[in-house]
C-alpha cells in the first residue's frame, strides 16, 4: 500500500473515530435529558396529596400508585431510579406528597419512613359535613375562629377568583339566597393542617381534593342534565337522606321520579338545613315544614331542588347520584333509627309514618 494510501485509511479512522465518539456523546446527551425530563417533577402545584402505602409494598409496586395519583410522570423511569440508587427499604405508612417534588424527592421523603410532623394536626371532615361544623372544627383546631370562615365567604372578590380557578365553581354560588357559597363544594377528608394555617389555604386544599374527585365524572354529569350546581345540590340530599350504599342509590331513585314528574322533592333534611337546625339536634316543627325558604323542599311551592347543597357530599353519595337506581317508588320515610321504607303511594307511606309515630320514631312533633 503507498504511503498516501495508508494517511488516507489512517484518516478515515480517526474521523471514524470522531463521529462515533460524537454520535455515543450526543446519545448520552439526549438520553440522560429523556431521563431527568421524567424523572422532573409533574408540575409546579405544591399541595400535599395524601398517599397511603401498605403493609408489603414496596418501591417499585408502589410505582403504579404515585403515577396514578400524578406524582410522577412515568413509571418504567422510576422504577430505573429505583434500580439505579437502590433506596432502604420502604416502609407503611401515610406519606405527604406533591407534584413539585420530582422522583428523587419522592423517594427521599419515601425512605425517611414514617415521620409523623409533630406540630402537624389532622382534621376530619365527615361527609355530609355542613359549613356550620367545618367552621366549627377549624375554630377548635387552629388559631381562625368560626366568624373567620364565614367572613371569608362574604368576599366577592374572593370567591370570584375562586370562581376562575376552578372548574366546578360558577356564578350560581353567588344567589344572594345561599347561606354559605362553598357548602357542597369542599370535599369531607382527612387533612393535615398546621395551628396556623389559614382558611383560604385550608379551603384551598378542600377545593383541589374536590377537583380530583369529581373531574373523573365530568362527562357523567353533564348527562343527568344538571348544572354542576345542581348536581351537588343533589348528591348533598343524597348524602344526608341515606348512610348505605343501597339505600343512597334507591333514594336517589326516589328523588329521580319526582324530579322527572315536576313534583317538589319532599326532603326533611332540606328543612333541617333550611331552619339551621342539625339531625339529632331536636324535631322539627310543623311551622318550619311549611315555612317558604329556598331550601325548604318539604314546602309544595319548591319545586325541584333547593338553592345550594345543604352539606358537603363525599364519593359515594356522589356516585349514587350518577346511578340512581330504577324503580317506581315515589315515597320514603326514615325512623329515628335511621331505617329507611320505601313506597308507590302516599297511602302506603301515610300509613308508615302512623306506625312510627306511634312507637315514638317519628322524626318530628307538631306545634
Known amino acids: 500500500m503507498s504511503n498516501k494510501a495508508a494517511l488516507f485509511c489512517s484518516m478515515i479512522k480517526d474521523n471514524l473515530k470522531i463521529f462515533i465518539g460524537g454520535f455515543i456523546v450526543v446519545v448520552f446527551v439526549i438520553v440522560f435529558g429523556i431521563y431527568s425530563y421524567y424523572l422532573g417533577p409533574v408540575s409546579k402545584d405544591t399541595g400535599m396529596k395524601e398517599i397511603e402505602v401498605p403493609s408489603g409494598y414496596s418501591y417499585l409496586t408502589l410505582g403504579n400508585l404515585l403515577k396514578e395519583n400524578k406524582l410522577i410522570k412515568s413509571d418504567l423511569f422510576y422504577k430505573i431510579y429505583i434500580k439505579l440508587n437502590n433506596p432502604k427499604p420502604l416502609e407503611a405508612c401515610t406519606y405527604q406528597l406533591s407534584e413539585s417534588m420530582g422522583v428523587k424527592e419522592i423517594v427521599e421523603v419515601l425512605s425517611e419512613g414514617c415521620k409523623q410532623d409533630p406540630v402537624a394536626i389532622r382534621i376530619t371532615f365527615n361527609e355530609g359535613i355542613t359549613m356550620r361544623k367545618i367552621a366549627k372544627l377549624i375554630a377548635e383546631n387552629t388559631n381562625n375562629s368560626e366568624d373567620d370562615v364565614f367572613e371569608l365567604q362574604k368576599d366577592e372578590s374572593y370567591i370570584d377568583s375562586l370562581i376562575e380557578k376552578y372548574w366546578f365553581l360558577t356564578d350560581e354560588i353567588k344567589n344572594k339566597e345561599i347561606y354559605y357559597p362553598l357548602e357542597g363544594y369542599l370535599f369531607p377528608d382527612t387533612?393535615?393542617?398546621?395551628?396556623?394555617?389559614?382558611?383560604?389555604?385550608i379551603f384551598e386544599v378542600m377545593l383541589d381534593e374536590m377537583d380530583k374527585n369529581l373531574?373523573?365524572?365530568?362527562?357523567?354529569i353533564k348527562k343527568k342534565n344538571f348544572t354542576i350546581h345542581e348536581f351537588l345540590t343533589f348528591a348533598s340530599i343524597i348524602e344526608a337522606e341515606a348512610a348505605s350504599d343501597e339505600d343512597r342509590a334507591t333514594v336517589a331513585g326516589v328523588f329521580y321520579n319526582r324530579l322527572k314528574d315536576n313534583w317538589s322533592l319532599g326532603s326533611c333534611v332540606t328543612t333541617y338545613y333550611a331552619s339551621q337546625v342539625d339531625m339529632g339536634e331536636r324535631d322539627l316543627y310543623e311551622s318550619e315544614l311549611n315555612d317558604y325558604n329556598a331550601y325548604n323542599t318539604r314546602n309544595v311551592n319548591l319545586k325541584g331542588l333547593p338553592v345550594?347543597?345543604?352539606?358537603?357530599?363525599?364519593?359515594?353519595?356522589?356516585?349514587?347520584?350518577?346511578?340512581?337506581?330504577?324503580h317506581d317508588y315515589y315515597y320514603f320515610l326514615s325512623d329515628k333509627n335511621g331505617e329507611l321504607y320505601f313506597y308507590n303511594t302516599e297511602q302506603?307511606?301515610?300509613?308508615?309514618?302512623?306506625?312510627?309515630?306511634?312507637?315514638?320514631?317519628?322524626l318530628w312533633y307538631y306545634d
Open 308 to 326: 345550594g347543597p345543604i352539606g358537603n357530599p363525599g364519593l359515594a353519595s356522589i356516585e349514587a347520584s350518577l346511578n340512581p337506581k330504577e
Open 215 to 220: 373531574a373523573p365524572y365530568k362527562e357523567e
Open 348 to 362: 302506603e307511606h301515610q300509613k308508615m309514618k302512623e306506625k312510627l309515630q306511634k312507637k315514638g320514631l317519628w
Open 191 to 201: 387533612y393535615e393542617f398546621y395551628k396556623d394555617t389559614t382558611v383560604e389555604k
